[in-house]
């Protein structure tokens, strides 16, 4: 379905196409992770993994093109960024975001205790010494978000105009909840709390690969470097290392639209859980523990 004077309404075929074509890159991708998994990780096969990663990021890049038939799938949500910073609410249905978002602003945003009970994104404004923060309240989310399940694919086009992220969990579900969301983002190039791998790359027009470090490097060769650059058919650049990076580190250099966010788990529901098991938590790096459905006079 296309939103009212959002482009032309979609053809049943062209549909049917795209949707083919996605499933066709989706067992392609998992075909590629199950390879990975099975594949031990030692010095005999680190070409073989490169490569399989460096296919692995070409197919995901696939998978999130705006495909032309299937209407307004990769945007997000009409929402105009406004104040000093954003902040992106990202977690499973019924962790507590709705209820967050109405504790700490002046924005009502209906809170329940049945599951996607917020369908869009809403906005309230945080003011903190002076600056105002927007903080958005979204849908949950939930595995496979990335691939379009749910509103998941809206949500994390939102979450990419974030300035931060903060990452909602409930702190009776364990750490499950928080492995798949760090997987859904990491799938759509979202690094958290991680900067910028300090490579240099230029592709150029002719003269090979020119391929040098300032450190020793122990996860990348030259000859890795060039089996994978040749994945994505670039066989003239200059490439230097300025710290000792992955292949995966290098993959997102080549790839070049991530981008590289901070993130603050935030672990909601501590009333429901033990003293012990909220200490523990709260020890966790970039963690903080809260309970939000307290009343409080605004
Ligand atoms: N025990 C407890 N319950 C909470 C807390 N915070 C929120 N809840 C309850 O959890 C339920 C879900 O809260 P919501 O705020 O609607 O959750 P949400 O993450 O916005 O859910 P979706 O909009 O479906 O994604 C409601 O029944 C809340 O009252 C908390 O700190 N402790
Ligand atoms: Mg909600």
Redesign the pocket.
Known sequence: MLAPGKGKPSNPDSLHNAWIATMGILEKIAEIEKEISRTQKNKATEYHLGLLKAKLAKYRAQLLEPSKSAGAKGEGFDVMKSGDARVALI?F???????FLSLMTSTESE???Y????LTCIPGVIEYKGANIQLL?L??IIEGAAQGKGRGRQVIAVARTADVVIM?LDATKGDVQRELLEKELESVGIRLNRTKPNIYFKPKKGGGLSYNSTVPLTQCSEKLVQLILHEYKIFNAEVLFREDCTPDEFIDVIVGNRVYMPCLYVY??V??ISMEEVDRLARRPHSVVI???VCVHK
Do not use: I
């Open positions: 977690g249905p019924s962790v507590g975001k709705s209820t809170a329940a205790s599951e996607f009970t917020t309240d849908p949950g909602m909601n529901k009333d429901q309970r939000s459905d």
